[in-house]
Structures are given as C-alpha cells and as structure tokens.
C-alpha cells in the first residue's frame, strides 16, 4: 500500500515550440483545404434538398393538372409499347 506513495518526483513536461509564421503559400493551402471541406459538406446537404424539391415540384405539377407521376408512366409505357408494334 505504501509502494503507491513513493513514486518520486514528477517529470517536467517539454512543450512544443512556438509555432512559426506560415508562408503565403502554406496559408492559400489551407484556406483551399478548408473551402473544399465546406463544399463537400454543403453538397451533402444540398443536393438531397434541390432533388426532394424537384420531386415535390414535379408531382405538384402534375396534382395541379389532375393527374399523377403513375399515370403519367402508365401512359408513356402504352405509348412505347404502341410504337414497337408499328415497328
């Protein structure tokens, strides 16, 4: 139990030196760094949105003319299929 008591002085902690001032370059590469990293997350974010707008969009559209996005293909699918047998 005393073993834990006698551990001995503590060693004296280096720190690191002052960091030095970046060159223009170094700096342009981290704003380049950091911009791309917004990009990414604002692409993650916005391409989901403007895609589930152009849906809604779209399917308002055609509520709004009385119709839906099932019938719509139900149609372009007869119409496809009118057009292989004329061939």
């Known amino acids: 139990m005393t073993d834990d008591l006698q551990e001995g002085p503590l060693a004296q902690t280096t720190y690191a030196p002052a960091p030095t001032k970046l060159t223009a370059r ?12 917004g ?4 692409g993650w974010i916005l391409v989901p949105v403007i895609l589930f707008g152009i849906y809604w969009g779209v399917t308002a559209g055609l509520e709004a003319m009385g119709t839906s996005p099932g019938v719509v293909w139900d149609q372009l699918m ?4 009118a057009l292989e047998k004329k061939m």
């Open 26 to 37: 170094e700096q342009r590469r981290r704003r380049r760094r950091s911009r791309h990293r």
């Open 39 to 42: 990009e990414e997350i604002l």
């Open 78 to 81: 007869q119409v496809k299929a």
